[in-house]
């Protein structure tokens, strides 16, 4: 069974294709109606000046979040580029560990074929380098949820974040890092987003020490969820928790 801090995550559920009745489901389609309505930005171009997705502002430009201290370390985000970050995600991903959650095992194309769409998409995704202490130590996906396939299949909530999360290297995990910092994690989150009023994650249902990791970085159980790839445990760190704390 895999420590508290390993990858919580399997391969995000893919976009959805257009096909009969594709009308009917619960995925929101990105259209300047939608983003008015939403308080966002319309598309611009392709990728920002700091070489994240397109229309960062989808979560309130993580690029720019500021480092925090945790008591592992300094740690910051900084979102992925291809050209400097690939081969090293792609190390990541072959790790047996990672392997048998994230499915993204092989040469670095399939990696690279994860991480194109994300990057060139409309930014309800941004893959990040967890940068703990100067080196870069996890992988992460800050997505909107309320944007993103999960959506079918759990009540999101406007401005819902989602995180995924791979701890990358062997010697960090069992430490209790993972659960460090999906606290700061979260927290940079709320700090960021003021119209998020939850983070949530879907870890498998069958990792209890993943789950708990979650549980000790502030989220709760909240629901049993049947994904596309799995069984997942619905968890959820209320901004109105944490505020009344």
């Known amino acids: 069974m895999p ?3 390993a990858p919580t995550h399997h391969r995000p559920c893919p976009a959805p294709e257009a096909g009969p009745g594709a009308e ?15 308080g966002e930005e319309a598309p611009g171009p392709r990728c920002g000046p700091q070489g994240g997705p ?22 910051q985000l900084v979102p992925v580029r291809l050209e400097r970050d690939l081969a090293l995600i792609s190390r990541w991903m072959n ?4 392997a048998a959650f994230w499915e993204l095992a092989g040469a670095e194309t399939v990696t690279a074929g994860h991480l194109t ?6 930014g309800r995704s941004v893959p ?43 010697d960090q995990r069992g430490h209790g890092i993972g659960t460090t910092l999906l606290r ?29 990791a979650f549980l000790g970085a502030g989220f709760r159980y909240s629901a049993e969820v049947e994904l596309p790839d799995k069984r997942a445990a ?9 505020d009344q704390l």
Request: glycine fraction near 6%; charge should be negative; charged fraction near 25%.
């Open 3 to 5: 420590p508290a801090d």
């Open 24 to 38: 009917d489901t619960l995925e929101l389609r990105l259209t300047d109606e939608l983003l008015a309505l939403l």
């Open 54 to 75: 397109r229309n960062a502002g989808l979560l309130d430009r993580p690029a720019e979040w500021k480092p925090v201290t945790t008591r592992a370390g300094v740690f």
């Open 95 to 98: 790790d047996p560990a990672v």
């Open 117 to 122: 769409p994300q990057l060139d998409g409309d």
């Open 128 to 170: 990040c380098l967890g940068v703990l202490s100067g080196v870069p130590m996890s992988y992460w996906e800050i997505y909107r949820a309320d944007l993103d396939p999960l959506a079918r299949h759990c009540g999101v909530r406007p401005h819902d974040t989602g995180i995924h999360l791979l701890i990358g290297d062997a």
């Open 184 to 212: 700061a994690v979260s927290e940079l989150v709320l700090d960021n987003r003021p119209r998020c009023t939850r983070v949530v994650a879907e870890p498998d249902l069958r990792n209890t020490p993943s789950v708990s």
């Open 234 to 242: 619905l968890m959820v760190r209320d901004r109105a928790h944490r």
